[in-house]
């Protein structure tokens, strides 16, 4: 069974950076793509950015240029790299995986089957 466990949240000021991590755990072959979401008080869970098992990226386009997704080269750790962050990126930030043959996207958070347990990031003003 896959385990997702996010790390490198926090606190900093406006047009600070962060970069997030999500470590996988255990059996990870079966994992075809994996997100970054978000999700702040009182509002739906936002897809951020996604990759495929071919390093395809995907971003939804109001963050693109900001936010950056990667992988490192074993494809154990999925990364977020964040920029010029402002008080309105504010959330807790979850890492979530799909296996293949899933219509997964970003806009349906549905389609994944593993999500972990979030890391919160605040953006002070």
């Known amino acids: 069974q896959v385990q997702l466990v996010e790390s490198g949240g926090g606190s900093v000021q406006a047009g600070g950076s962060l970069r997030l991590s999500c470590e996988r755990f255990?059996?990870?072959?079966?994992?075809?793509?994996m997100a970054w979401f978000r999700q702040a008080p009182g509002k739906e869970r936002e897809g951020i950015a996604g990759t495929n098992r071919e390093g395809r990226t995907d971003y939804v386009e109001s963050l693109k240029g900001r936010f950056t997704i990667s992988q490192d080269i074993a494809k154990t750790i999925l990364y977020l790299q964040m920029n010029n962050l402002k008080p309105e990126d504010t959330a807790v930030y979850f890492c979530?995986?799909?296996?293949?043959?899933?219509?997964?996207?970003?806009?349906?958070?549905?389609?994944?089957?593993?999500w972990g347990p979030g890391t919160q990031v605040t953006v002070s003003s």
């Open positions: 255990g059996y990870t072959q079966s994992i075809y793509y």
């Open positions: 979530a995986a799909a296996s293949s043959g899933t219509c997964v996207g970003l806009d349906r958070p549905g389609s994944y089957i593993k």
